[in-house]
């Protein structure tokens, strides 16, 4: 059973200031899982999360730390001692140290970098170099590299011995001289041989790889695809200059998901999570989007106003707007989330264009035929307006139909002009479906009404 404690209870054994409180809650610290106590840590004051931390042991205080929010880390910095601060680095992996300075002041980049050994420096100042879209930038550079003529038990002997500055010991990467990427080898493979073979003769040469500056995204989509644990990264010259771990590929996929999320609802994406965003900044983003969609309106009351004549003959027209108007947007934003959807697993490309026009132009023929049969009778029944009926199921036909080709033209659309499909969704293509079902409507109404 997982171990559980709360910032409350940590609060409170600190704040008691007793000896045997303190002995107890170290024990109970150190039951519990790094990320749980990253989290419990976070919601904790400055100083006693300075107190809690110095009660981890050596092991649980770096996994710890990595797993905290930035700005957390950042006070731990501050008020760690420099040996502190020196025994906790040594347990950071280069890429989780780049991503946790990316963002920090100068002063503490510069005093973390010092308490770091020469190698480690260079690791990180390589990593923050690539951009942040790329491969290289969540990459980490401690891996396992073994040379074709290595014999099993030498290389389990050289696992043993540096395995525990090593992010990943399941797969290794077998190299030339040169450092040039040649093979692939399991841990696995190599416990269910001779102790005696090389490496070479058990190697997967068929290699599934990354260059430095591929997008990350792209990258991350293998580890589903090909099932991967680890993925190799290669520069030009394909030399071996890092991996990317499955952890860091789930992380990529999360930030990529919610990024998604953001542009569908009209948000101008943000790296902070929702309580660390200020209310300024929530606002901020959010404003733009809604002062396009906004004064897009415009648009609707021109028709409006140029079809003031067919509600004016018959007023229950108006009445029936704000339901031909939901429909389509509902119908529009069914398409373009599967498509988007599909568009980001890779299931739908651009080549499928045709194919995806023509299936949802079959989907919303039968989607409108039903609702228009559905309301045209419910019309006919409450109204009894033959006319009207007719109006009605006749715009709900064409609606769905434009509202469905559109909810799966506008993603593919965006990609195509190299833009996130994304910020097709739900709100502006509900606010493009309303200009067209309006348009729609008035214009079924004025032929039908003479």
């Not at 050994?117 to 980490?140: C, F, H, I, K």
């Not at 590299?145 to 500055?165: C, H, M, P, Q, Y």
């Not at 132009?361 to 609702?371: E, K, N, P, Q, W």
């Amino acid at each position: 059973m997982i171990s559980k404690i709360t910032a409350e209870e940590i609060a409170e054994n600190i704040r008691s200031n007793n000896v045997q409180g303190l002995k107890d809650l170290k024990e109970k610290l150190n039951r519990v899982n790094p990320v749980d106590i990253a989290q419990v840590l976070d919601e904790l004051t400055d100083e006693q999360r300075l107190i809690a931390f110095r009660l981890l042991s050596k092991d649980n205080a770096a996994d710890t730390f990595v797993e905290m929010e930035q700005d957390s880390q950042q006070k731990l910095i501050e008020g760690f001692t420099d040996n502190e601060l020196k025994q906790v680095l040594a347990d950071v992996y280069a890429d989780d140290m780049a991503d946790m300075l990316e963002e920090m002041p100068a002063n503490v980049v510069e005093r973390v970098l010092s308490k770091t050994d020469p190698q480690m420096r260079a690791d990180v100042n390589q990593l923050l170099q690539y951009p942040e879209d790329s491969a290289g930038a969540v990459m980490t550079t401690e891996y396992v590299s073994l040379k074709e003529a290595t014999k099993v038990s030498d290389a389990f002997n050289w696992i043993r011995k540096n395995g525990d500055d090593r992010k990943d010991l399941y797969t290794c990467y077998v190299t030339d001289p040169q450092k040039k990427l040649i093979g692939v080898v399991t841990v696995r493979d190599m416990l269910l041989c001779k102790k005696d073979v090389p490496v070479s003769d058990i190697m997967e040469r068929d290699i599934i790889s990354v260059r430095t500056l591929d997008d990350k995204e792209d990258a991350a989509k293998l580890f589903d695809r090909y099932d991967l644990s680890a993925l190799p990264v290669i520069d030009n010259e394909q030399r071996l200059v890092g991996i990317i771990t499955s952890d860091d590929a789930i992380d990529v996929l999360q930030d990529e998901n919610t990024e998604d999320f953001q542009k569908m609802a009209a948000i101008v994406p943000q790296e902070d999570t929702y309580f660390e965003t200020s209310v300024w900044q929530h606002a901020k983003n959010r404003l733009p989007w809604l002062l396009i969609l906004m004064f897009s309106s415009i648009f609707t009351g021109m028709i409006i106003d140029k079809y003031e004549a067919a509600f004016t003959t018959m007023p229950v027209l108006v009445a029936l707007m704000p339901m031909l108007s939901d429909t389509g947007g509902n119908c529009g934003s069914q398409t373009s989330t599967l498509v988007i959807r599909g568009m980001a697993v890779d299931e739908i490309k651009l080549k499928d264009f045709l194919r995806v026009f023509w299936k949802e132009f079959r989907i919303a023929i039968i989607v409108g035929a039903c609702l228009a049969l559905a309301n045209g009778v419910r019309i006919l029944i409450q109204y009894h307006n033959p006319v009207l009926a007719m109006i009605i199921a006749s715009t709900l036909v064409f609606v769905v139909i434009a509202s469905k080709l559109m909810g799966c033209c506008l993603p593919m659309l965006a990609k195509a002009l190299h833009m996130d499909p994304a910020i097709m969704a739900s709100p502006l293509l509900t606010t493009v479906v309303d200009v067209c079902s309006v348009w729609i409507y008035f214009s079924i109404a004025t032929v039908l009404m003479n």
